[in-house]
């Protein structure tokens, strides 16, 4: 039961707070492998720290509450999160994908699931009746990111998940871009939620965890039974440094879309500029939708300058904006998706879904929105041919 009917109050005080044995605010660090046994069969009700561990616990608790599920799952990367979601799935079950996801997810379907006899099927989310269209009887599940990476495609989730309850299948919701604080996957329809939790629930780009949440019970002990079986959880100093960061996720997502929204509006109004997608503009895609099922349009920005501007002039023309992999951070990021995050995706493929040579992905950080707005400015201006 939470403590407060408000998100901001159970970031810091949900899941298990603090510590009972010695009053402490925060959990602990139960930095161990095994735990004493009194006698056969006979446990403290923890056995071994890759089957369950006390800080991981109390972490899992936390997002589960957060996202309103029955049970949240701890993992070393959300790769290994969605990974272990995937092996809930049999040979010759197909799952659809949305048509821009994180290269990684497409990767790992690609790569290796599809080698154990898993089929993927990239599939435009944004269009319910061809998706509905879609569910042949192999299909056993969605695979959903909204808004999408990089190009902040934004799907109904909800209309996506009645469509999946008339099939019979699940719907899986990559939350990453939104996090539980601005959008809550699972009460739209979802069935299971993965997280990056590397992003925006980290929030300091000092760690590499994966999280996962469902709201039914069946769903929660195949996840646990496997989870325990690949055994790729998060350790325990890792799941203590995710609970510090959420506890100030709230305060972090107030500013980095107050700076967001800022800078779309520049980008926007720039003459440099050919488009920008961003979810809380109201010329963007899926505006409505998004307005109707998330607090707002999140922190993440793509943008492509004209024919006439250099992409790689533009990245050597920042200063404070660092070109890096990874996102959600204090620190203000910029990558280049063709190249970087979503390498892997063959070029037909990226280019047919929109991913071209020269779009460019933003995280908008919490620094003082001038200053990345000058910085902006300054290599759009050094990138001008």
């Given at each position: 039961?939470?403590?407060?009917?408000?998100?901001?109050?159970?970031?810091?005080?949900?899941?298990?707070?603090?510590?009972?044995?010695?009053?402490?605010?925060?959990?602990?660090?139960?930095?161990?492998?095994?735990?004493?046994?009194?006698?056969?069969?006979?446990?403290?009700?923890?056995?071994?720290?890759?089957?369950?561990?006390?800080?991981?616990?109390?972490?899992?608790?936390?997002?589960?509450?957060?996202?309103?599920?029955?049970?949240?799952?701890?993992?070393?990367?959300?790769?290994?999160?969605?990974?272990?979601?995937?092996?809930?799935?049999?040979?010759?079950?197909?799952?659809?994908?949305?048509?821009?996801?994180?290269?990684?997810?497409?990767?790992?379907?690609?790569?290796?699931?599809?080698?154990?006899?898993?089929?993927?099927?990239?599939?435009?989310?944004?269009?319910?009746?061809?998706?509905?269209?879609?569910?042949?009887?192999?299909?056993?599940?969605?695979?959903?990111?909204?808004?999408?990476?990089?190009?902040?495609?934004?799907?109904?989730?909800?209309?996506?998940?009645?469509?999946?309850?008339?099939?019979?299948?699940?719907?899986?919701?990559?939350?990453?871009?939104?996090?539980?604080?601005?959008?809550?996957?699972?009460?739209?329809?979802?069935?299971?939620?993965?997280?990056?939790?590397?992003?925006?629930?980290?929030?300091?780009?000092?760690?590499?965890?994966?999280?996962?949440?469902?709201?039914?019970?069946?769903?929660a002990d195949r996840l646990a039974f496997t989870q325990n079986a690949i055994g790729s959880v998060l350790g325990?100093?890792?799941?203590?440094?995710?609970?510090?960061?959420?506890?100030?996720?709230?305060?972090?997502?107030?500013?980095?879309?107050?700076?967001?929204?800022?800078?779309?509006?520049?980008?926007?109004?720039?003459?440099?500029?050919?488009?920008?997608?961003?979810?809380?503009?109201?010329?963007?895609?899926?505006?409505?939708?998004?307005?109707?099922?998330?607090?707002?349009?999140?922190?993440?920005?793509?943008?492509?300058?004209?024919?006439?501007?250099?992409?790689?002039?533009?990245?050597?023309?920042?200063?404070?904006?660092?070109?890096?992999?990874?996102?959600?951070?204090?620190?203000?990021?910029?990558?280049?998706?063709?190249?970087?995050?979503?390498?892997?995706?063959?070029?037909?493929?990226?280019?047919?879904?929109?991913?071209t040579d020269g779009l460019i992905r933003l995280s908008v950080g919490i620094e003082k929105v001038d200053d990345?707005?000058?910085?902006?400015?300054?290599?759009?201006?050094?990138?001008?041919?």
């Amino acid at each position: 039961m939470s403590i407060s009917k408000f998100i901001e109050t159970t970031l810091i005080h949900g899941g298990i707070d603090g510590d009972s044995v010695t009053g402490a605010v925060n959990v602990p660090i139960y930095q161990t492998s095994t735990y004493k046994q009194s006698g056969l069969g006979e446990n403290t009700g923890w056995e071994y720290s890759r089957t369950g561990n006390p800080t991981r616990a109390a972490l899992e608790a936390l997002i589960a509450e957060l996202e309103n599920g029955v049970a949240g799952f701890a993992f070393a990367s959300g790769m290994a999160a969605t990974s272990t979601v995937l092996s809930l799935f049999h040979q010759g079950d197909r799952i659809l994908i949305s048509s821009n996801v994180y290269g990684g997810t497409f990767r790992v379907l690609d790569k290796v699931f599809k080698n154990l006899g898993i089929q993927y099927s990239i599939e435009d989310t944004t269009d319910l009746e061809a998706l509905d269209a879609k569910v042949t009887p192999d299909v056993k599940a969605f695979f959903v990111e909204s808004p999408a990476n990089p190009l902040l495609t934004v799907t109904d989730l909800s209309a996506v998940a009645q469509i999946a309850k008339k099939h019979g299948i699940l719907t899986i919701v990559d939350n990453t871009f939104m996090t539980p604080y601005l959008q809550r996957p699972l009460d739209l329809g979802a069935d299971i939620v993965v997280h990056s939790a590397t992003k925006y629930l980290g929030g300091h780009s000092d760690l590499v965890a994966g999280l996962a949440v469902t709201n039914n019970k069946e769903i929660a002990d195949r996840l646990a039974f496997t989870q325990n079986a690949i055994g790729s959880v998060l350790g325990p100093f890792d799941s203590f440094l995710l609970i510090r960061g959420i506890k100030t996720l709230g305060v972090r997502l107030d500013r980095h879309t107050e700076n967001a929204l800022r800078i779309a509006h520049f980008l926007e109004s720039s003459e440099a500029v050919k488009k920008v997608y961003y979810p809380g503009l109201p010329t963007a895609q899926g505006y409505e939708i998004n307005k109707k099922q998330a607090k707002n349009g999140g922190a993440m920005i793509s943008f492509e300058l004209k024919e006439n501007y250099d992409v790689r002039k533009f990245f050597k023309g920042l200063r404070l904006i660092s070109l890096a992999e990874s996102l959600g951070g204090v620190e203000s990021l910029v990558c280049h998706p063709a190249s970087m995050t979503h390498a892997s995706i063959p070029k037909e493929i990226r280019e047919k879904v929109g991913i071209t040579d020269g779009l460019i992905r933003l995280s908008v950080g919490i620094e003082k929105v001038d200053d990345i707005i000058l910085d902006l400015n300054a290599a759009i201006q050094a990138a001008q041919e």
